[in-house]
Each structure stands twice: as C-alpha cells, then as structure tokens.
C-alpha cells in the first residue's frame, strides 16, 4: 500500500471524509483489491468507521475485496440484458476464458464478474472490461473484445 500517494489524495480534501472514494479507487487500481490493511489505514486517517468503508467497499461493484485480475470483465444482468441475451454473452465469456462467475483466469489477465446494472440498457446486452463499455454485444462480437486485450 502507497501511504504516500493515500495520503496526497487525502491532503486534496478539506473534509477528509470526501477522500474516502478516490482513495479507494487508487488502491483497487493499484493493488488489484481493497484489503483489510488499506480499510484500518483509512478508517484511522480519514476519520470514518471502519464497517462504513466496509459497506462502500462491499456495495460498488468496481471494489472488490478479492484480488482481480488486469481486466475485470462486469457483465450486465439487468432486465433489459437478460431479455435481450446476457445468457448467451456470459457463456461465450465462459467458453472463452474458460472460467466461471466470480473466477480469475490462471495467467492473470481477466476476472468475470455478473454486476446487477451497468445503466447500458438502451444497449443491452451490455458489459464493462475494466472502465471501457461495451454494448449491443454478440458471441461473435465478445469474441473480439476479447481477442483485442
């Protein structure tokens, strides 16, 4: 953990509480997961309950407290995707990196994650590889988002 660079993000706050989000977003970056060590660093220097971070941490889905992969694969399960295929997308994805939900390909490149709403829907089926959308997707279109990273 960069404490360092954490606590440049926090000196840009006069309410330090604000800092809570972009920090969290440097070490997700950063280190792949946000850890039990980073949330103590946080709840102590920024002055907010721990079991407050835990619920942010726990509620976004581009937080996780397992370690990801390079690129983190949110595939969109909202109504409008499931209508329109997720299904279909999710198994390709599946075919392809040859990991299920929730899983991490062996050489450290991609983790599949099912997300309940990407805010896509005009374009659904939908899906996310790290902050880079995707819609309108097809077999044949997953198949080259994937072949491109």
């Given at each position: 953990?960069?404490?360092?660079k954490l606590n440049q993000?926090?000196?840009?706050?006069?309410?330090?509480?604000?800092a809570l989000l972009p920090c969290l977003h440097f070490i997700q970056e950063e280190e792949g997961k946000i850890s039990e060590e980073v949330m103590?660093?946080?709840?102590e220097n920024l002055g907010v309950p721990r079991v407050e971070i835990y619920s942010v941490?726990?509620?976004?889905s581009m937080f996780s407290l397992e370690k990801q992969n390079k690129n983190v694969i949110r595939v969109c399960a909202s109504l409008s995707c499931y209508l329109n295929g997720t299904d279909k997308i999710i198994?390709?994805?599946k075919e392809i990196l040859g990991i299920k939900i929730g899983e991490s390909t062996p050489d450290g490149k991609f983790t599949?994650?099912?997300?309940?709403c990407l805010g896509l829907c005009d374009q659904a089926p939908a899906m996310m590889v790290n902050?880079?959308?995707?819609?309108?997707?097809?077999e044949d279109k997953v198949?080259?988002?994937i072949k491109s990273y």
């Open positions: 953990m960069d404490k360092d993000i926090m000196e840009k706050f006069q309410d330090k509480q604000q103590n660093f946080l709840a941490v726990t509620f976004y198994n390709a994805l599949l994650e099912e997300v309940s902050d880079k959308e995707y819609g309108n997707l097809t198949k080259e988002i």
